[in-house]
T-cell receptor, first 116, second 112 residues
Framework: AQSVTQLDSQVPVFEEAPVELRCNYS??????LFWYVQYPNQGLQLLLKYLSGSTLVKGINGFEAEFNKSQTSFHLRKPSVHISDTAEYFC??????????????FGQGTILTVHP | NAGVTQTPKFQVLKTGQSMTLQCAQDMNHNSMYWYRQDPGMGLRLIYY???????DKGEVPNGYNVSRLNKREFSLRLESAAPSQTSVYFCASLGIGSYEQYFGPGTRLTVT
């Protein structure tokens, strides 16, 4: 089985500052990694995903994440945040291949609050 | 293009009552999922349907049943609601060969 730990439950930051949301995972097999964003009172939307290839993945809204296999991490970064980035962010993993296709395991979520 | 729709948006039940949460997708996706979201716990998979005609348990299936009515629709039923089932429920769908799950807007359920 796999598990995901998001190391910060809340991250406050000022507008135009950089931000990093941390995610570590645990799995005995290869995994695919995802970041989803949830704006208030909405469903989840995919920000970016890592399946294979380059370990630096770029997503929507200027976000990027780096897959680090040795540290089993997949941290999300943005160099300059906007007020509109205020939301809850979820890291998720999916065991690669086999019958586990689509069965996501989510982290606990990190609430990003951007202050003016 | 509506994507994934869920009904109702809000529901209040008394302990022991039953209800069905409805989910439909118009993207011709094969796979559909039901999650519950609780504060500080992220989303947890309740049941999923890899394709029309199949369903399987996820991480937290106790107290729930599902029906994959056709390719478009996937319903979640609570036979005898309990306060521990107070949560926000999300339905999601996934197309073949894609790893992007599309989520509905959620149903906020309160059991008193």
């Amino acid at each position: 089985a796999q598990s995901v730990t998001q190391l910060d439950s809340q991250v406050p930051v000022f507008e135009e500052a950089p931000v990093e949301l941390r995610c570590n995972y645990s799995s005995s097999v290869s995994v695919y990694l995802f970041w989803y964003v949830q704006y208030p009172n909405q469903g989840l939307q995919l920000l970016l995903k890592y399946l294979s290839g380059s370990t630096l993945v770029k997503g929507i809204n200027g976000f990027e994440a780096e897959f680090n296999k040795s540290q089993t991490s997949f941290h999300l970064r943005k160099p300059s945040v906007h007020i509109s980035d205020t939301a809850e962010y979820f890291c998720a993993v999916n065991r690669a291949g086999g019958t586990s296709y689509g069965k996501l395991t989510f982290g606990q979520g990190t609430i990003l609050t951007v202050h003016p | 293009n509506a994507g994934v729709t869920q009904t109702p948006k809000f529901q209040v039940l008394k302990t022991g009552q039953s209800m069905t949460l409805q989910c439909a997708q118009d993207m011709n996706h094969n796979s559909m999922y039901w999650y519950r979201q609780d504060p500080g716990m992220g989303l947890r998979l309740i049941y999923y349907s890899a394709s029309e005609g199949t369903t399987d348990k996820g991480e937290v299936p106790n107290g729930y049943n599902v029906s994959r009515l056709n390719k478009r629709e996937f319903s979640l039923r609570l036979e005898s609601a309990a306060p521990s089932q107070t949560s926000v429920y999300f339905c999601a769908s996934l197309g073949i060969g894609s790893y992007e799950q599309y989520f509905g807007p959620g149903t906020r359920l309160t059991v008193t």
